[in-house]
């Protein structure tokens, strides 16, 4: 399953948000692409896309 998460009030590096709810779903084998605010610089998470 293609999952996106969009993040309006908090920037896509949120601990909540990337490191324990996308990384969780990529885990179960889910396609995780995460859509927010943040710098551009942030290292990609297996199985997880972050886009700025």
């Not at 009030?9 to 927010?36: M, P, Q, S």
Request: glycine share 8%; proline share 4%.
């Amino acid at each position: 399953m293609r999952i996106a998460m969009l993040c309006s009030g908090h920037a896509v590096n949120d601990a909540r948000v990337t490191y324990k709810e996308a990384r969780t779903l990529a885990r179960a084998g889910h396609e995780v692409i995460v859509f927010g605010q943040g710098p551009k610089n942030l290292e990609e998470i297996p199985s997880v896309s972050l886009r700025r």
